[in-house]
């Protein structure tokens, strides 16, 4: 086992069947193989699920520079055992950006005053390096990356606003964080539980757990304020194209509106597009596909559901309903659907299980992920990973179930074709997924 430790929460690229994470008291990041078993217990988790207790030792505090703004990105190694420490616990928000639009960073935030980018090439190798950019007086609750990669935005705690920070890469590699002019005003009135940023880079969201979802310029500027109407937000989301933002709650629907600009590049307006209409109760969380064609739910009936959104909402076109899975659940819980729409994993407590989207039958289970309740859940771009946050940890899993889906899909469609370069296409994915899957399990699979 190899090990290095870990801040926080998280913004990423991931993986099944090996992880990689940071625990109570093994203030450690480790690379571990896994049992052929279906289910298994984490190494350093405890092998029941639910939500036990912080452990009541916490690692000291590590000497840090003083904070400042324009803080340097100085390359930090973490080591095995007698490594450096991170020096504070995870913020109790747990929530995480989608990974760097390039696949090469993870971001992470605690209260220790600090956002640590994790390079992924290293997730494999010895030493684990990462780069700090000090956030002042404050300290950051949720990370997201721009588009580019060239900046992040973070939402400070404390100040209650969201700040930008460039990038600058410098001749040896490093970073160098700079803190854009101004924070964003302050319009909500209540606790934020998300921000997104918009893959075209044209606007941020933030959401609070009010009814009130905001639509921002990157220049801090209010575009638009959104009422959801559903008694209280319980998740938002901007989807992986950059259109739409979508929000559930209270009520049993999830409400996806358009974000609108003009050719020139001009906001408009936000549109209603369409709802997702068909659970029994209020619904806890839901993902989009990379595409923004297909989205899971997540509902307190104790089921989830497989949508087709790849439809006319400007001709009153409603979503399909694909397929309805069954589920126990206990907050706080989150469904990520993986990029190709292949597979759903859905966090409960501690617990993670993985499910297929063309029968809606479960794949894989995973308990005592972490030693609290896992805060936040996501596939990474190009779907071979699932990453989840809880505790200290980011565990990173490989996407075996997504391998396995990718195989049964191409092997139907390979049946029905006739055409000679479309079966050697066919032949070269599934190829591809079955030498990914040899590679995880370390033989023929």
Known sequence: MRVVSHPAEVAVAGRWRRWLGVCWGCPVLSLCSSSSSRSRPCCAAPARGGCPPRPPSIPKRTARPPPGLG?????????????????????PTGCWSPPSSNGKYLASCADDRTVRLWSTRDFAAREHHCLRANMGLDHAELVRFSPDSRAFVVWLASNETIRVYKMTKKDDGNFTFTAAAGDFPKKHKAPIINIGVAETG?????????????????KGEVLASINTNQMSNAYAAVSPCGRFVASCGFTPDVKVWEVCFSKNGDFREVARAFELKGHAAGIHSFSFSNDSR?????????????????????????????????????????????????????????????????????????????????TDLAFDTSSRYLVSCGDRAIRVFHNTAGHRAVVEEMEAILKKTGNKATRERLEQQISSARQALAAIYGRKH
């Open 71 to 91: 803080s340097t990105g100085r390359r930090s190694r973490r080591r095995g055992p007698g490594g450096t420490k991170h020096s504070s616990t995870v913020s």
């Open 294 to 374: 297909r989205m899971a739910t997540l509902s307190k009936d104790g089921t989830w559901k497989f949508w087709d959104t790849d439809v006319e909402y400007k001709k009153q076109q409603d979503p399909y309903l694909l397929l309805t899975g069954k589920c126990e659940v206990a907050e706080p819980c989150r469904i990520a659907l993986s990029p190709n729409a292949h597979v759903v994993a859905i966090s409960s407590g501690a617990d993670i299980v993985v499910y297929n989207t063309r029968r809606g039958e479960e794949e894989e289970r995973f308990t005592g992920v972490h030693g609290q309740c896992i």
């Open 202 to 218: 044209k606007f941020i969201m933030t959401a609070s757990n009010d009814t009130t979802i905001m639509i921002w310029s990157p």
